[in-house]
Every structure is written in C-alpha cells, then in structure tokens.
C-alpha cells in the first residue's frame, strides 16, 4: 500500500521540480484567467456594451416615437439614455427628427451620459449626432429633410440649429395636415400661426309657401 505524501512533495514538470502548494497556486490561477476569458466572451456575445450604437435589425425594428419600420439604413437615429439601476436603454428612431422630437418630451434631454447616435448620410456609419454637421433638401422617412455628417459643410447646420429646424418642420406638419416639404422651413423660424377661420353660416331654412 501507497503511503501517503507528506506537504510539500512535489513533482516534476517540464524538467523541474514542482512543489504541491506550487501546483495548486498555478491551477487556481488558472482556473481564475478562465473564468476571466470566458466572461469576456461572454459579454461579447450579443450583449449590450452599455455605450455608443447598437445593432439595428432593419425592416424589422419599428420607430420608438411614430412606430415606423427601420428601413432607411443613411436616415436613422438612436437614443442611448440612463436607467435608474446605473444601465442604460436605446430608442431606435427612422429620422433624426422624430429622436429630437421625443427626446424633448423626456428628462433624458438634459442628462450629459445621454447619447445620441445619427447615419452618416453617405456611409451609413453611426456618427455622434451633437457634433454632426446636417445637410437640408434630402428625402428623409418623415419629411424633416436632414441628413447628418461629421465633417462641417458651409451651408450645414449644428446641432441647435438642427433642432430649431425640426421643431419648425414639425410646427409646419401640424398646420398643414402632415405632410410638407421639409426644405422650406427656415432654422430659428417662428411658427406658422393660422388665423381662425370665419364661422360657417347656418344653412337657410326653407320657406312655409302654404297659403
């Protein structure tokens, strides 16, 4: 029968001499880098790296403000905002104009880890949409006409300007039923008001000619 071997007994290992409490140290410090690597790849795998773009399923995904189908691959917007348990969600948006639009109706506007991801218009690449330069006279899904890029342009707008011209186009598709050509609004822009309209008169009542 084997007796047992007292602490400390080694082995050899590649030519060497290997204490026991040296092979434990080696194989929990191995066991840990595994761990380590699998979780990597783990968050690699289709998770939410927690800032910046994320994948679009095109004509699959529905804008999160009109609820239209994400077609448009030069067009789009995200919205990537703060959640109460230190994460944070994206909005995936057809245009530019509906992610302002609804981001203005939220508190996420003004929180400065809020980001906002827009095409570039000729590559498609997700640009950051605060320091992109925007382009009117383009077909846009809903009409407000912009398209994004991150180089500036002499007759392109920044982001202030961008978001004046929205809310003007979209003044504008109130007044006119929703649908205008987004190039005739002007930044900075008042509101079109329509002055009401004189009340319709009562139709006459037909004469009793009984005699």
């Known amino acids: 029968m084997r007796e047992p071997r007292p602490a400390g007994y080694g082995s050899v290992s590649h030519g060497r001499f290997v204490r026991g409490d040296q092979q434990a ?26 800032q910046g773009p994320v994948e679009v399923k095109w004509d699959r995904d529905a804008c999160e403000r ?8 030069l067009h789009s917007a995200q919205v990537r905002v703060p959640t109460p348990d230190g994460r944070s969600r994206v909005y995936r948006f057809d245009d530019i104009g509906c992610a302002l639009i609804w981001l203005e109706e939220h508190a996420e506007r003004d929180d400065s880890a809020t980001e906002i ?10 640009i950051d949409a605060r320091t992109a330069t925007y382009l009117r006279g383009q077909v846009t899904p809903m009409e407000y006409g912009l398209g994004a890029q991150p180089e500036p342009a002499p007759d392109g707008l920044d982001f202030a300007q961008t978001k004046a011209h929205i809310f003007d186009v979209e003044a504008r598709f109130n007044v006119h039923g929703g649908h205008l050509d987004a190039d005739t ?8 008001q329509i002055p009401p309209a004189d009340p319709i008169p009562a139709p006459e009542q037909p004469h009793d000619h009984a005699e």
């Open 25 to 50: 140290s080696q194989s929990t410090r191995f066991r840990d880098s595994l761990v380590v690597v699998l979780a990597l790849l783990l968050a690699g795998c289709g998770g939410d790296p927690g």
């Open 66 to 73: 009109c609820r239209m189908i994400l077609s448009d691959r």
């Open 117 to 126: 991801w827009v095409n570039d218009w000729r590559t498609g690449d997700w």
């Open 185 to 192: 609004a002007s930044p900075g822009a008042a509101s079109v």
